[in-house]
């Protein structure tokens, strides 16, 4: 047994070293869920142990290599899907039928000082995700983070969406989704799940939590990293991301009545402040991300459903009664059996409740590391072994698949009123959801 422990300890010391850059350049928040997240350890200059969600900070930001906010304002010429060039990763393409359009905000809340860094304005960097049309003549947008290149070479992707592409008018009003991601997460590191969203007929807005997440880059060329004091207290971290998020809500109100909200007011896609429908309105996380659904749903009520994707809960919410929607969904070894925040959580939930496990998954099975794990396991020193215990055995285009069809199913039903039978019970079609009664 002792030198069983020893080994498990030898892997996962190996586990964190050589996914530390990938850590810093996505800021993935992808400890195991049921991590002990009582305070959050100090800022390190090499990879935090797997059971905390600390990444390494660098010891000097790289220069941000990131697409422009929108395209030229003259620009006729095309800008097809570009293809993957050797080393690259990829990301699934979108199934929904729009193309996909996005933007970058720079957001200032002028009444709130910054909880991290004393003597600043709160400020933050979102994402709006949404359908577009004319796509072609839009570049493909980068991933929001500083570093694009890992180690051999190996180069992050593009996204499916087109930097300030119009807005696709044949999809309506479009039913807003919040995203927040995990400790000291980076709002690109779901982007296979979140522009699949958009493609399906939503306005996802992806928040970066400034000075929380590990690499928040800022149009004015600041680069702004992860400052939280040892022992932070995550109930804290939760409580704060939840009034990031009212104010992004109301950034998003602001938009709806034909303000611009960024702070340089930059040209936004042509009909995105005529799309947004801040009446019904949705709220996803992974990790530490998830937890803070609860959280943020209890400060705004705007928010009509909520959905956590495998993370741990702190603070007050989790014995607050919530009387609207809640879907939680958890990797293999992480449910409300095995972990008491979700036990308590799931007894105050008064509104429609699901609790949903992935089978053969694991924790990191809920952000883009999935993906790119298995693409490049060498560029991040991992074996196969090692590879199925960070993300368990199920191929991970199909663990995406399924959370899309989950995900979808669950805010169509409760922001759209398209009732699926989906979510009535098992499937055949995707046995690897157990629903946990």
Known sequence: MKHARRRQSRLRTRVAGTTGLLTLALGAGVAPATAAEKSAPAPVATAAPPRTETPPQPAAPPAPAVAPAVAPAAAHAAFPDPAPIPGQLTLPAPTGRHRVGTVDLHLRDPKRMDPWVPGQQRELMVSLWYPATHTSHYPA?????????????????????????????????????????????????????????????????????????????????????????????????????????????????????????????????????????????????????????????????????????????????????????????????????????????????????????????????????????????????????????ILGPIDPDRSIEVQRTYVAAFFDNHLRHRKSHLLDGPSRHYPEVAFVR
């Open 141 to 389: 947008a980068r991933l929001p983070v500083s570093r694009q290149v890992l180690p051999g070479g190996v180069t992050l992707p593009t996204t499916a969406g087109h930097t300030g592409a119009p807005v696709d008018r044949k999809a309506g009003k479009l039913p807003v989704l919040l995203y927040s991601p995990g400790l000291h997460g980076n709002r690109g590191q779901s982007t296979a799940l979140v522009q699949d969203l958009a493609s399906r007929g939503y306005l996802v807005v992806t928040i970066d939590h400034t000075h929380d997440s590990a690499d928040v880059l800022f149009p004015d060329g600041r680069h702004e990293v992860n400052t939280m004091p040892p022992g932070s207290k995550s109930s804290r971290t939760i409580a704060i991301r939840a009034a990031d998020t009212h104010f992004v809500i109301d950034q998003l109100a602001a938009l709806a009545q034909g303000h611009n909200p960024d702070v340089e007011h930059k040209p936004l896609p042509h009909g995105l402040s005529k799309a947004v429908n801040t009446h019904r309105i949705g709220m996803f996380g992974a990790s530490l991300g998830g937890g803070s659904v609860a959280a943020a749903m209890h400060a705004d009520s705007r928010i009509d459903a909520g959905v956590n994707l495998d993370g741990q809960l702190f603070g007050s919410s989790v014995d607050k009664p919530l009387d609207r929607p809640f879907m939680l969904f958890s990797s293999e070894h992480h449910n409300r059996d095995t972990d008491r925040s979700w036990a308590r959580f799931w007894k105050n939930l008064h509104g429609e409740r699901l609790d949903l496990k992935l089978r053969g998954s694991g924790h990191n099975s809920f952000v883009d590391n999935q993906v790119y794990f298995r693409q490049a396991p060498g560029a991040f020193g991992l074996t196969p072994p090692q590879l199925e215990q």
